[in-house]
């Protein structure tokens, strides 16, 4: 534990729940690492005094916040400032202080690219499917068009749903996960965005049928929990390349870390927090 003293910063997370969340353990081993005197906090807030919370931030000189579930898009009415991705995203993660207020930006966009880009995925004019429309998808489409996917499939268990997020969106088919045979044949680079098969649900995988894998010739699981999910071994078993989403919950922290305390973190510090994180 570092010492805090009268020139300690602060900053957290809020959300609802927050007990099980790890970035308060990734950001305080990042200052730790770099030598800032801040110290990263969980608070648990609940939906009805988020704004409060806010502005409470601001008035207690907190330096930055990460957002979670379920403030990631109310929270966009109470910022002083919105950074466009955010905006287009339609979600912020991560509050930092500015004059009046807090800008609010959305780093998980960010550190899915960061994660792509690291393992050498490049998304530059193939077809990617997507599995799952939920808030993590917005994020992972939106890195998908900046870095120049020419079609996407986005398959989800509620069509409707993934038609509200993703209609509109050029380019972008929409489907359910059964119908995942209208996908033309060829080589895809596929993004698991769904909740399905994480720890303690490790066996479990949002399609089961092999024959889908066949399509896969590399993909990300944003699931870090178990460290090898159901989906990354069935993709591996039929001769993909498989990551998990560990990458990006680092790269997501690390952005948000630069954004909070101004400052830039060297790529080795990234690398090595992320070496200790999945050993
Ligand atoms: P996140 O912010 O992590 O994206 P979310 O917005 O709750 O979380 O989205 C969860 C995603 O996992 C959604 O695509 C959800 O499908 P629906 O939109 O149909 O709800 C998907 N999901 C969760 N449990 C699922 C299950 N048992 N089978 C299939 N999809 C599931």
Redesign the pocket.
């Known amino acids: 534990m570092r010492d805090i003293d009268g020139h300690t910063r602060v900053l957290g997370l809020i959300g609802d729940p927050v007990e099980h969340t790890g970035s308060p353990a990734i950001h305080n081993r990042l200052a730790e690492k770099l030598g800032d005197n801040v110290v990263y906090m969980p608070f648990r807030v609940g939906a009805k005094r988020l704004e409060e919370a806010v502005d409470g931030a601001y008035a207690l000189g907190i330096e930055g916040l990460n957002v979670t579930?379920p403030h990631?898009v109310e929270v966009m009415q109470y910022v002083r400032e919105l950074d466009d991705a955010a905006l287009e995203i339609g979600a912020v993660n991560t509050l930092s202080r500015i004059r009046g207020g807090f800008r609010g930006y959305n780093t998980d966009f960010s550190g899915f690219m960061r994660e792509l880009d690291s393992v050498d995925i490049q998304v530059n004019g193939r077809d990617v499917i997507v599995?799952?429309?939920?808030?993590?998808?917005?994020a992972v489409m939106y890195a998908l068009k900046k870095l120049g996917a020419r079609q996407t499939f986005v398959l989800?268990?509620?069509i409707q749903?993934?038609e509200s997020f993703f209609g509109g969106v050029k380019d972008t088919t929409i489907l359910g996960?059964e119908d995942w045979r209208r996908i033309p044949e060829g080589k895809y680079i596929c993004i698991q965005?769904?909740?399905?098969g994480l720890s303690p649900d490790d066996n479990?995988c949002?399609i089961e049928d092999e024959g889908f894998y066949d399509l896969v010739e590399s993909a990300v699981d944003?699931i870090y929990k178990p460290k090898e999910t159901a989906f990354m071994k069935k993709v591996a078993s039929h001769g993909g390349k498989a990551y998990n989403g560990l990458r990006m919950l680092v790269y997501q922290a690390v952005t948000s870390y630069e954004f909070f305390m101004k400052r830039e973190v060297p790529e080795e510090i990234a690398e090595e927090l992320y070496n200790e994180l999945d050993s």
Do not use: D, M, Q
């Open positions: 579930v990631k599995l799952g429309a939920g808030g993590a998808s917005k989800n268990r509620s749903k993934a996960f965005c769904t909740s399905v479990a949002v944003l």
